[in-house]
């Protein structure tokens, strides 16, 4: 890497800079590398297949960290792009892409910037790591932090998910339940982490969560063969994920290794729908931002009110990137009811065979909204990206997943009870 450039105001910052945002503005850093030196290597194929890593980690050259072998012993990304035939069809779409994150090592995509934080941790000798999460980048920090034999700290909120909580504390995170929300335990993460000195994983604000989820873009191109997909549909918090695909994205253009840019679209509930709301705004103002000063968007913050906890998040902490991404990749933003939510996770079980927490669903969901609002056409080449395991909430699932025959240990029961059943090939 070369150095950092504010998202907001544009300055450059040097690669030894040691803070985590803009001085002069507190903007959200980008990190650079030298994309014209990486090209005049030649192979674009050999700067993804460096070293004996079959995992995200294999992008070296892209990748802010020297020694590889600082990175957590997992297997974080290479996740499969299963084609969802009957899936789309359900949406009245040709081809349909899913992206599996939940077959990460913590089942949720969060392992791929939790996994680059704790190898430059490693690399930089940190001993502790702290960070603020829903849920999901915390599990995945307290997985990397066991992985790599480092302790963590993680600031959640008070109400998040059993299952969540259950694996933070299985990995032996130290966990602080904030009696508050996730932007409470955001907050006070980062003040915790200036007195101590840890190393803070904070998403947005830890300008390498963008770098370790943009490998996910890198993977999908790949995945697509030689054409890129039209676009990616993005579940949408924070707004990290959805601005490090885009960055992903953006990086292998600069290389050459695609000569056309998919659209990335932002899904969110409507409880949740500050980056949404943002995205129409501006658009109604003219899609650019005055003098293309991105300083002067502003991101109202909302009371956040959704059953999808991942994407729960009142200010989004990397909503300016996030805004960006949607206004120049000419994505869309869009925001789902949650009951819209809850009929997207059994259609993606039942029609797809992957079971996902509502976050996920409510990308599938939006793309069903794009569709029906005649803002996707059918032939489009759509990746969704499923970003966690719905093992994650299984009483959300339950909520819409019906309930079983129960019947007596006897053969008659048990044929009476199948007797209402009409079996139906899909
Ligand atoms: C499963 C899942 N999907 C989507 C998101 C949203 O990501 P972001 O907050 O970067 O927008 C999260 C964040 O916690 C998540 O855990
Ligand atoms: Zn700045």
């Known amino acids: 890497m070369t150095g950092y450039v504010c998202i907001a105001c544009g300055q450059d910052w040097p690669a030894d800079f ?3 945002v803009c001085r002069t503005c507190g903007g959200n850093l980008d990190v650079q590398y030298d994309y014209a030196a990486i090209r005049a ?18 992008f070296g050259a892209l990748l802010p960290v020297r020694d590889l072998a600082c990175a957590p012993p997992l297997r974080v990304g290479a996740t499969p792009l299963y084609l969802a035939t009957r899936l789309g069809a359900m ?11 939940g077959l990460n090592p913590s089942q949720s995509f969060k392992d791929r910037a939790s996994a680059m934080i704790m190898a430059r941790a490693v690399e930089a000798g940190v001993a502790v790591v702290a960070g603020a999460s829903t849920g999901n980048a915390g599990s995945s920090l307290a997985c990397m932090a066991a992985a790599a034999g480092r302790p963590c700290v993680v600031f959640v909120p008070e109400r998040a998910p059993p299952a969540k909580l259950a694996q933070l504390l299985i990995f032996g995170a130290w966990v602080i339940a904030v009696r508050g929300s996730y932007d409470d335990a955001f907050d006070l993460c980062a003040r915790v982490c200036e007195v101590k000195g840890w190393l803070n994983r904070n998403t947005g604000f830890n300008p390498f969560t963008r770098e370790g989820k943009k490998t996910a873009a890198f993977e999908i191109l790949e995945q697509c063969g030689d054409a890129p997909p039209d676009r990616i549909v993005v579940p949408t918090g924070d707004g990290n994920i959805i601005s490090g695909i885009w960055k992903g994205l953006k990086e292998a253009h600069a290389l050459g290794l695609i000569t056309r840019l998919p659209r990335v679209d932002c899904a969110q509930a409507e409880g949740s729908a500050a980056i ?6 501006l658009r109604a103002e003219g899609s650019v931002p005055p003098d293309g000063d991105w300083r002067s968007v502003t991101i109202e913050p909302v009371p956040a009110c959704t059953l ?5 998040v009142d200010d989004p902490r990397d909503g300016l990137a996030a805004v960006r991404a949607v206004v120049e ?3 869309e933003a869009v925001a789902v009811p949650d009951e819209a ?3 997207a996770i059994k259609d993606i079980a039942r029609h797809a065979g992957v079971f996902v927490e509502p976050s996920c669903a409510c990308a599938w969901a939006a793309l069903r909204a794009l569709k029906a609002q005649g803002k996707v056409e059918s032939d489009e080449r759509v990746v969704v990206l499923l970003t966690g395991s719905g093992l994650k909430d299984i009483a959300s699932a339950r909520k819409v997943a019906g309930a079983p025959l129960v ?11 199948l007797d209402s059943v009409s079996f139906e090939v899909d």
């Open 18 to 20: 040691s803070g985590y």
């Open 41 to 58: 290597e030649g192979d674009p194929k050999r700067w993804f297949t460096a070293g004996p890593r079959t995992d995200q980690f294999r």
């Open 91 to 101: 949406a009245g779409l040709d081809a349909v892409y899913l992206k599996d994150e």
């Open 276 to 281: 949404t709301r943002a995205v129409h705004r």
């Open 308 to 312: 999808a906890d991942s994407i729960a």
């Open 329 to 331: 990749s000419g994505g």
């Open 341 to 343: 939510i809850l009929e």
């Open 407 to 417: 019947v007596d240990p006897d053969l008659d029961a048990a044929l009476g009870a």
